[in-house]
Every structure is written in structure tokens, then in C-alpha cells.
């Protein structure tokens, strides 16, 4: 690997970011860090929490570097929380380490190395070329309820809305540069619960057992075809996730029976259009559905924003990057709200997993591709 000042600066910011242990949600001493490595370059840092028990309370940072008066604004967004670390890692999770071409701690890849990048791009781009902020909050891997919800509202306040949006996510899935995401499906879980009548067993004329309506309740979910996808979404899928009863007598009908659904929907669908849909069903079998919905199917169409990153990509590692929305959630599901977002970052491979590792030559050449999109986001 070529060592150069790009590489010793996002290294050290990684390395600093990664020894911080900071499993969800983050706050203090990961923030400390983040707001030491942004001041110094010209940002104003906000740090605030929200929320309150149980899902808060949450810590969160806007930070801006305003450019000129009417100029363009560019917005990095990204999270400083991670999963818990888990057992068995060959050096200590929180304890940065290099060996070989390789930076092993947690949050390496999802998403500390990025936001390395993020930084050490933004210190490329001059002051007047654009207004740049950093949108990241210390709860993205939790209930994300106080995190990047609470962010917007407080970029709202203060009018600091930006043209475009960068989420630092691991997109890349072979190599780096060869996805980002436009979009991404929506999430809803939805609770089943089915009332019966208990009873012994040998009198089943005396009792309801709601096992045997839960049963028909799922069995009719399953049977359903939401759709059969779209130009740029996957088909929606409905999938049972638990089954609870709780009878711990073998001679006794049940009281009760429930049961969890999750579904993954496109653009073809609402949050609560499904769950009303759902509930209809629950209620010809006699049951209840309590839906909650974690996010809405959104899309980015392919058009200047894309091409403007996939141009970065080219010119940095030779390849041009998928399009996809494909995989699960993210708190680009919230910023879009906001402005056009997208999603790039890092490959996937390692993250969640234990060792989890980023190659150094990846977080250089990241934080490379960052600064060429914050100057042509910000060029317009």
C-alpha cells in the first residue's frame, strides 16, 4: 500500500474513533472524539441528547462549515454506535490494531472507518467551495427513535437543510465501489394475538382453542402475494418471526396465542396500508394485529446525484457502482425526508462479525472518493 498524508490522516482518525468503545447507544467519550477531529477544520459542533428511557436518552452532533452566502450545501450522515462486540476476537475489540494491510476493531466497517473517511475528505474541500455539515448520531444500530429522527428536527430549526446527503453505510459488497444504495425497502413488525377459552383438554366442547385460529391466521399471511417487485425493488416479503403460547400443562387449552410478523415492502406499499390489510385478516379469524412501522420504502431515482457518485468511483478505482436497494434498513430511511440521498460506503463483509476489519487501502481511497463528491455536490 502507497503510504501517504491521506493515509496517515484517516488512519489516525479510524484509530481514534474505533478506541472508543461505544456499543449502542453512544455517547461521551466517542462524541469527544469526533468533535476534537471536526473543530479544528472549521465546524461549528452542536451536541445535544433526546429522548428518554427506554429508548433514550440518545446523543447525537450536527456539525457545519458554512461556505459562502446562497452557496450549495453537502451533508455527510453516519452513526458512532455499534453492535456489541461478542466474544472470541483475536485482539481486543475497542483496541485498534493493524496487521498486515488490514485495521481490525469494531466499528471498522460499520461505520467508524467511514466517518474517517468523511472527515478527512471534508478537510480537502476548501471553505468556499460550500457549505458542509456531519448529521451522525450515537443511536443508528438501537430503536433509532432519539437519533437521526431528533437530528432533523433540529437541522429544521435552525434551517440548515441540505441539497444532497451522503450515508456512509457499507454498501460495497465485493469490492469496494461496486454498490451504493438508492434506496431501500420498508420495515414494519406487526403483533398477532388470538383470545380463546381455556379448558382441560378432554372437553373441548367447553373451551377455544386459539392455537387452531392462529394457525389458519398465519396460514392465510403466508398464502399472500404482496406484488412480484418492481424495476428497482425486490418483491415484498411477509415472514413469521414468532410464535408464543407460553401453555406449560399438557392437558390444558390455552387462554391465548400470538404470534410476530416483520415485512419488507417496495414502493408498492405504505406502512400502514399493510398493516390495515393485516389487521382485516387477524380480525376474520377473530385475533388483533398491532402493527409498528420502522420505516418507509423510499426511492432516489438514478439521475444526477448517482452519476455524480458513480463518476467519483471511476475516477478513483475504475469501476462504476451498481445501483441497488437491496438489504435492510438504514437511517437513510429518515434524511430522505430531508433531501436526495444515497448510500456508499465500505464492503460489507465484516460487519457485525467478530474481527471485523477494514483493508486501509479501502479507507484511503474512500475518503478520496468522499472529497470528490462533496466538490461536485457542492459545484452543483
Request: with cysteine; glycine share 10%; proline share 6%.
Amino acid at each position: 500500500m502507497r503510504k501517504s498524508a491521506m493515509t496517515d490522516t484517516v488512519l489516525q482518525i479510524a484509530e481514534s474513533l474505533i478506541a472508543c468503545p461505544s456499543v449502542t447507544p453512544a455517547a461521551g467519550l466517542v462524541f469527544d472524539c469526533l468533535d476534537a477531529q471536526l473543530a479544528p477544520l472549521g465546524f461549528a459542533v452542536h451536541r445535544f441528547v433526546a429522548g428518554e428511557a427506554p429508548d433514550g436518552p440518545v446523543e447525537n452532533l450536527f456539525a457545519i462549515r458554512q461556505g459562502p452566502e446562497g452557496s450549495r450545501h453537502f451533508a455527510f450522515a453516519g452513526h458512532v454506535d455499534v453492535v456489541p462486540p461478542g466474544e472470541g476476537w483475536a485482539s481486543a475489540p475497542f483496541a485498534p490494531e493493524v496487521r498486515g494491510d488490514l485495521l481490525y476493531g469494531r466499528g471498522a466497517v460499520d461505520m467508524k472507518g467511514a466517518i474517517a473517511a468523511m472527515v478527512a475528505a471534508a478537510a480537502q474541500v476548501p471553505q468556499d467551495a460550500g457549505t458542509i455539515s456531519f448529521i451522525i448520531t450515537g443511536d443508528e444500530e438501537g430503536p433509532a427513535r432519539y437519533g437521526t429522527v431528533a437530528l432533523i428536527e433540529h437541522m429544521r430549526s435552525v434551517g440548515a437543510i441540505p441539497n444532497l446527503c451522503l450515508v456512509g453505510e457499507p454498501t460495497s459488497v465485493n469490492r469496494l465501489g461496486d454498490t451504493m444504495k438508492v434506496g431501500r425497502r420498508g420495515s414494519t413488525n406487526i403483533w398477532l394475538e388470538v383470545e380463546g377459552k381455556e379448558g382441560h383438554v378432554a372437553y373441548p366442547h367447553l373451551a377455544d382453542n386459539p392455537i387452531t385460529r392462529l394457525v389458519a391466521l398465519l396460514a392465510e399471511l403466508d398464502d399472500l402475494v404482496l406484488d412480484e417487485g418492481t424495476d428497482w425493488f425486490q418483491a415484498s416479503n411477509l415472514e413469521v418471526t414468532d410464535i408464543t403460547v407460553g401453555n406449560p400443562a399438557t392437558n390444558v387449552i390455552p387462554a391465548r396465542a400470538s404470534a410476530r410478523l416483520s415485512i419488507r415492502f417496495n414502493d408498492l406499499h405504505s406502512g400502514r396500508e399493510l398493516g390495515e390489510r393485516v389487521s382485516e385478516i387477524a380480525a376474520k379469524h377473530g385475533g388483533t394485529a398491532r402493527p409498528v412501522v420502522y420505516g418507509e420504502a423510499f426511492l432516489t431515482p438514478p439521475g444526477l446525484f448517482s452519476e455524480l457518485i458513480a463518476e467519483a468511483v471511476e475516477a478513483e478505482l475504475g469501476i462504476r457502482p451498481e445501483a441497488s436497494t437491496s438489504g435492510g434498513t438504514s437511517d437513510a430511511r429518515f434524511l430522505k425526508d430531508l433531501c436526495p440521498v444515497i448510500e456508499f460506503g465500505l464492503c460489507n463483509a465484516t460487519m457485525h462479525k467478530r474481527d471485523e476489519a477494514v483493508a486501509i487501502a479501502d479507507l484511503v481511497a474512500l475518503a478520496r472518493i468522499y472529497a470528490r463528491v462533496a466538490g461536485a455536490a457542492l459545484a452543483g
